[in-house]
């Protein structure tokens, strides 16, 4: 028997698997799927691990699963080990186990199109009371009754609630649920309730009960959509007094003589009022007051307003006109005002229509107007109305102006010879119109199909050649446009700031793919300095049918921003370069960056735990890695920079393994699988975004902050995926619901309390990135430092069976020979394989180890494989 597993560490030695196979492997193993050494029920307190075992005989290689409640269980480390070729035992185990982990599990597999389970085991997981509902915050009338609620459930049951009037305990212990009554309150008192059962007690939140009052008078009243008998008012209501305001009082009075004309209640909100039936022309006086359900705020100060006086009563009488030479003359009598609300007579308007659909409009003092610019041919409509500041009266009637009127005149007698310039000016046009067509004509014949061929003179009696050809043509190739950033369609502002970082194509090639998404790719590529020497470097290219200049424009933008980045943990700018391409198309921008040897922090972190060879990361090392992001963002915070797609698959790390902030822009269409598209908006990286992100569309440097706490979390858990196991639509409703990503294993408390503070619902709350680094400094300075000989930053365990002292450890990702980094075997072709929940060990390495004699490095056996070992006796319990 061997054991095989994709972890990549040394086996267990021949003399424990012997032991482990006489233990799992009954003399008539059942060929079903069953659990094994699990009672039917099982009770644990919080915090506790759970173990479960489940085998299967008479197949190679199962795929066996488990399940919580019907839905396959997605936490906790599952295994597979092989006993023999055809028995196979899979493994579950959490190690800390929540009110949540509680329900019935078992396994089930696929055999033959036919579904298999096993025995199921009902877990329940005890802990200190959990609090169904607390007590609320209150405002009562002072004296006046009132009820608190508290329920709170286990296991295990019974649950007691004890309630507690600020540090006072009121009455005695009561089951769970209670009602607290309480007579009444002079002031405001903090109420909270303890609920206790045998694993120990937890305590509400505290609920505030505030005195309600009168309410405060109303303020910013303003006066607006006055006419003559009506006005709106609108007014900010004052403090509640912590009750409901339930409605409004508007007083109004006239002066001279300030006597109440109007008093109206609105029921509010809105906190507006349309006050009817006002006298025009008049002066007026308010003010507001709001009551709640113990009574009336005092009066708001008085508020003056005027209502607007009416528009002319009467329209303009005897409307005439009068034709002269030059026009139309209109008279009609004078309006006097009936009375003093119509106020002081402004200009007359006249309204002028034809037949044709012309409209106009004059505006005349007195009672005349002369006309002109209308067409006599046609019927003229005209009216008449006086006007004044608050409007125009009524129209006068219609005055039609007949065409006919000019029907019977005669013009003046046509004189014998006054068709003659028409005649002459025919004739000119035709004698020219025939000559330019003989000049064409004849320059004509001298050209051939692709330009002038011969000259009209001739040379010592022969043709003179001199071709000009009238167009070229290519017939191998179609033309190419030039690369030039004009022939992009992008806008002048960005063109200005890359004119000076833009780099012909000639001076780089480009080489081997790195990486390739929906919208784009990355090559590694060679560029020629001004010495003549080459340097590697990483390119960045939109794809080949991505034509549209919003998206070229985008691409660049950041490139543009990177120009003016200079901080040794932001990646930098190199330039800026065009790809021509033939058949009359576009050419592909191209953004020049520094070849980062190691790759995405993401990829890295991921091969550290699930590569080919994995190797230990120290604390230090990670802590390290945190530090340089925070030293980059500060200081794009510090130029007022907004990154919004912070995540460690946007970090890239240098030879030197320190880690820069980058991909400011195509880093979103490249790792498509982390974004979540909102309806027509445009793909977002949900998990690393802030509250008020998903809510509001909102980003600031205070929402950067909430994403470097995420990428802090998928430092310390060595890539894994955040929020596993919740779908990205269900993110903002799990967040507002106050949860928050868990502590993950072996973190220290200091590092996960920055990480929560910078996940805090007020954005004012986070901490700015200038306290991070220095927080993390701190904590990185109270590590025990390592020195370059001794930090086992990387370690290639196929390596490590050849110990050699003093040696440098070799990085699996290096372009050593032998480090699969040509064949894409590294950290970048490690980078795109998802990450798997299960691991599979099946027969195989573990026959090679044993036959080693030379000892093998320290290596953390596997928790599961620990946990199965302890629980078949072949291994001590530990105490950690």
């Known amino acids: 028997m061997a054991l095989r597993r994709s972890m990549g560490r040394p086996g267990l030695p021949p003399l424990l698997l012997a032991g482990l196979a006489s233990l799992l492997l009954p003399e008539s193993a ?52 092989a006993i023999s070729e055809q028995y196979w035992i899979c493994f579950l185990s959490l190690k800390s186990v929540e009110r949540s982990d509680a329900g019935q599990y078992w396994c089930q597999m696929e055999d033959g199109g036919k579904t298999e389970i096993s025995q199921s085991v009902w877990l329940t997981v005890e802990g200190v009371p959990f609090f169904t509902v607390e007590p609320k915050d209150l405002a009562v009338p002072p004296n006046a ?63 505030t009960v505030r005195l309600q009052a009168l309410p405060a008078a109303p303020f910013n009243i303003t006066v607006t959509k006055l006419s003559s008998s009506n006005a709106s008012v609108a007014w900010l209501p004052g403090a509640d007094g912590q009750a409901v305001l339930q409605s409004c009082t508007v007083q109004v009075t006239q002066t001279p003589g300030d006597w109440e004309v ?51 009563a009467r329209a303009p009488k005897n409307l005439h006109a009068i034709r002269t030479d030059s026009g139309l003359i209109l008279e009609w009598e004078e309006v006097i005002p009936e009375g003093l609300w119509e106020g002081p007579l402004g200009p007359y308007k006249v309204a002028l229509f034809q037949d044709n659909g012309t409209q106009d409009e004059l505006t005349v003092e007195g009672t005349r107007a002369n006309v002109t610019g209308w067409d006599p041919q046609k019927d003229l409509i005209v009216r008449v109305c006086a006007s004044n500041a608050v409007g125009c009266g009524p129209w006068s009637q219609p005055l039609v102006v007949s065409s006919h009127d000019h029907a019977g ?20 046009a035709l004698v020219t119109a025939a000559a330019l067509a003989l000049i064409l004509l004849r320059k004509r014949r001298k050209e051939t199909r692709f330009g002038q061929a011969f000259d009209s003179v001739m040379a010592r009696g022969e043709p003179a050649v001199h071709f000009r050809a009238a167009r070229s043509f290519n017939r ?15 806008s002048d502002e960005l063109k200005d700031k890359l004119e000076d970082v833009l780099i012909p194509e000639q001076q780089f090639t480009l080489g081997r793919m790195l990486g390739k998404g929906e919208f784009g790719s990355v090559r590694e590529a060679q560029l020629k300095q001004e010495d003549g020497s080459f340097v590697k470097v990483a390119v960045k290219m939109l794809k080949a049918d991505i034509i549209a200049s919003s998206d070229i424009e985008e691409f660049l933008r950041e490139a543009a921003c990177m120009k003016e980045f200079d901080h040794p943990h932001v990646a930098k700018l190199v330039g800026v370069s065009l790809r021509s391409r033939a058949k009359g198309r576009l050419p ?3 953004v020049i960056l520094p070849f980062m040897k190691h790759g995405d922090l993401h990829a890295f972190l991921l091969a550290s735990r699930i590569g080919e060879n994995p190797f230990n990361l120290p604390l230090q090392t990670l802590i390290r890695f945190m530090v340089d992001i925070a030293c980059g963002m500060e200081y794009l915070s510090s130029r007022n920079f907004i990154h919004r797609d912070l995540a460690a698959r946007n970090c890239m790390l240098a030879e030197d393994m320190t880690v820069c902030v980058a991909d400011f822009g195509l880093s979103r269409k490249i790792y498509s699988g982390d974004y979540y598209r909102q309806g027509c908006a445009s793909k977002l990286p949900v998990k ?3 509250l008020e992100s998903l809510a509001d569309n909102l980003y600031t440097v205070h929402s950067d902050v909430w994403a470097f706490g995420v990428t802090m979390w998928e430092i310390m858990t060595r890539g894994q995926t955040p929020y596993a196991g919740i779908e990205n639509a269900e993110i903002y409703n799990y967040l507002i619901g106050g949860n928050r990503l868990k502590q993950p294993p072996e973190c220290m408390e200091d590092v996960y309390d920055l990480m929560y503070q910078c996940w805090s619902a007020d954005p004012k709350q986070r901490p700015s990135f200038t306290c991070l680094r220095m927080e993390l400094e701190t904590i ?11 930090d086992p930053l990387y370690i290639n365990i196929e390596k490590a069976k050849q110990p050699a002292e003093g040696s440098d450890l070799e990085l699996p990702c290096s372009d050593q020979p032998g480090s699969g980094a040509g064949d894409g075997s590294g950290v970048g072709a490690v980078g795109g394989i998802p990450s798997d929940y299960r691991y599979i060990l099946s027969p195989g390495d573990l026959t090679e180890s044993s036959g080693q004699t030379e000892q093998q490095p320290e290596s953390p056996v596997n928790e599961a494989q620990r946990l199965l070992f302890v629980q078949q006796g072949l291994l001590p319990h530990s105490s950690c």
């Open 30 to 81: 059942a060929a079903g799927l069953k659990l094994m050494g699990a009672p039917a029920k099982m009770t644990l307190s919080q915090g506790q691990s759970m173990t479960l075992n489940c085998s299967k005989e008479g197949l190679e290689e199962p795929d066996i699963h488990w399940m919580k409640d019907g839905a396959m269980v997605r936490t906790g480390s599952q295994v597979y080990i």
């Open 145 to 207: 009754p009132f009820q608190l609620s508290c329920e709170a459930v286990g296991p295990p049951e019974p649950v007691t609630i004890f309630w507690w009037r600020g540090r006072t305990k009121v009455g005695g212990p009561a089951p769970s649920p209670s009602v607290l009554n309480v007579t009444g309150v002079t002031q405001s008192t903090m109420f909270s309730c303890e609920a206790r059962n045998r694993k120990g007690l937890a305590i509400s939140r505290p609920a």
């Open 262 to 312: 109007l008093a109206v209640v609105v029921p509010v909100p809105p906190f507006t009022c349309l006050l009817r039936d006002l006298t025009p022309a008049t002066n007026y006086s308010l003010r507001v007051r709001c009551a709640n359900a113990l009574g009336p705020s005092p009066y708001a100060d008085w508020v003056p307003f005027q209502t607007k006086g009416l528009a002319p």
């Open 409 to 428: 005149q005669q013009g003046p007698p046509h004189s014998p010879t006054s068709w003659v310039p028409v005649v002459l000016g025919v004739l000119t």
């Open 476 to 490: 191998e190739r179609p033309e190419r446009i030039e690369a030039t950033l004009d022939s992009l369609g992008i």
């Open 588 to 590: 592909i921008p191209m």
């Open 688 to 690: 690393w975004l802030a």
């Open 780 to 790: 990185l300075g109270h590590l025990s430092v390592l020195s370059s000989s001794q």
